[in-house]
């Protein structure tokens, strides 16, 4: 794709955050710049305010002279957290990476469940693309559930959650459940899961204790039919 865009001398821009540079090589894939949320694995505590963005050398030029105009400059506080940040991030993504997988397997078997959209999971779309240009997967993912459960139902369950908190800045230390429907700005293709969607974010907390935390939310969501 990248190649098609720079025969017509389009720029790619990718954000990487979900992957970053530790799992997806952008540059080495031909994209121009790539971007992450620096509020995500690279701070991995939920308390960094800032944004990353690299280019390869046809477009750093620009993309400095951009930078001085702008004059954006990051605080001296979010500089040193993001420092202190990428000491531990690879460490922090291989276990996002392992409870993903371990957590995506689980919910693939639970009744509730329709389908588990995880990228490494063969069954998932998009997973040939994923297992040719990505080394890894991080701890962000979806399921959909089965066509029977209601948006009342999913109140029921993510409204009495103990561990899983619902919000929005992924890749930090705790771990969140949300629901979303991409329908409305998904423009590409049509957006039909098949049921309810929510998205999870792997924290850091006891697998046991998230395991039971969402055990008893399936038990709420079936409650209310
Ligand atoms: C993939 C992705 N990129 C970038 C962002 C932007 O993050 P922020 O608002 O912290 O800059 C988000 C936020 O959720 C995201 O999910």
């Given at each position: 794709m990248t190649q098609a865009a720079k025969k017509q001398g389009i720029a790619t821009i990718i954000d990487n955050t979900w992957a970053t540079p530790i799992f997806f090589r952008?540059?080495?894939?031909?994209?121009?710049?790539s971007l992450e949320a620096g509020t995500k694995y690279l701070g991995g505590h939920s308390d960094l305010l800032m944004g990353l963005v690299s280019a390869n050398d046809a477009w750093w030029p620009r993309l400095r002279k951009t930078y001085d105009l702008m004059a954006m400059l990051p605080g001296a506080e979010?500089?040193?957290?993001?420092?202190?940040?990428?000491?531990?991030?690879?460490?922090?993504?291989?276990?996002?990476?392992?409870?993903g997988l371990e957590m995506a397997h689980w919910l693939q078997a639970r009744p509730e469940v329709l389908k588990v959209l995880h990228p490494a999971l063969p069954e998932c779309p998009g997973h040939e693309i994923w297992k040719r240009d990505f080394t890894g997967s991080s701890g962000l993912f979806s399921l959909v559930l089965k066509p029977e459960f209601t948006k009342a139902g999913v109140?029921?369950?993510?409204?009495?959650?103990?561990?899983?908190?619902?919000?929005?800045?992924?890749g930090g230390f705790e771990s969140l459940i949300i629901p979303f429907n991409c329908a409305d700005y998904r423009t590409a293709t049509s957006w039909q899961p098949g049921g309810l969607t929510l998205r999870i974010q792997m924290g850091l907390e006891d697998m046991d204790d998230l395991k039971t935390d969402l055990a008893a939310g399936f038990d709420r969501l079936r409650a209310v039919r």
């Open positions: 952008a540059h080495e894939h031909g994209c121009d710049l979010d500089c040193f957290l993001a420092l202190r940040g990428l000491r531990t991030m690879h460490l922090r993504l291989k276990e996002a990476e392992q409870r109140a029921n369950m993510l409204d009495h959650m103990r561990i899983f908190a619902m919000g929005y800045s992924w």
